[in-house]
Each structure stands twice: as structure tokens, then as C-alpha cells.
């Protein structure tokens, strides 16, 4: 089993930033491909960004391309999510997850977290 447990999601203004972090517990957190996914109100959760075990290859949703970075430091057992030039259309439900590859599709994932608010206003 892996817990994972996001934090650092709030209210922010267009233009703004945020940094997710979500810390992993229990298996070993090397041993996973990480990813971010966000459901916003009213719609499907989608696929945000993914990250390789090692960290060394990286894959960000074309809606996020160029404003939003993963990375990851196996020694903290933790997975972010540096959020750039935010928009009102990035207001969702952000959650972390792990997976034995790194993939856009949720059925991939076996670990979730609880999620993280993340609210752009205008």
C-alpha cells in the first residue's frame, strides 16, 4: 500500500501560483511513476502531468504546457506541482497518484490521494 497526502492547494488570483506538494508513505516512493490529476466542478477528472520514477522525464497535459512543472525528490518522498500564470479554467480538485507506469490514464494509477482545492478567481 501507498498513502499519499496532498497539501498546498487555496485561493489564488489569475496570474498567480501555487506549489502542490503531495508526500508518499508506506512502499518504497522510488518504485512509482507519479502523477496529478484534477477534476473540476461539474466535469471528468483529467490527466494534469506525470513524472518517471527516476524524475528524469517529465509529460504535461497540452492545457498546461509551459505554466505548470512536475518534479520529484525520492529522498522526501514527495511529488509536486509548481503552478504558473494560473487561470480561473484551472480551478478543480488536484489529486496525486501513483503507479508502476508513468501514463495519462487514470486506470493506471492504483494509489490516490484525498485531493487538494486549488480556486482561481478572476
Known amino acids: 500500500q501507498v498513502q499519499l497526502v496532498e497539501s498546498g492547494g487555496g485561493l489564488v488570483q489569475a496570474g498567480g501560483s501555487l506549489r502542490l506538494s503531495c508526500a508518499a508513505s508506506?512502499?518504497?516512493?522510488?518504485?512509482?511513476?507519479m502523477g496529478w490529476f484534477r477534476q473540476a466542478p461539474g466535469k471528468e477528472r483529467e490527466f494534469v502531468a506525470v513524472?518517471?520514477?527516476?524524475?528524469?522525464?517529465?509529460y504535461d497535459a497540452a492545457s498546461v504546457k509551459g505554466r505548470f512543472t512536475i518534479s520529484r525528490d525520492n529522498a522526501k518522498n514527495t511529488v509536486y506541482l509548481q503552478m504558473n500564470s494560473l487561470k480561473p479554467e484551472d480551478t478543480a480538485v488536484y489529486y496525486c497518484?501513483?503507479?508502476?507506469?508513468?501514463?495519462?490514464?487514470?486506470?493506471?494509477?492504483?494509489?490516490w490521494g484525498q485531493g487538494t482545492q486549488v480556486t482561481v478567481s478572476s
Open positions: 513524472i518517471r520514477r527516476s524524475g528524469g522525464s517529465t
Open positions: 508506506g512502499r518504497t516512493f522510488s518504485n512509482y511513476a
Open positions: 497518484a501513483a503507479g508502476n507506469l508513468a501514463t495519462t490514464r487514470q486506470s493506471d494509477y492504483a494509489y
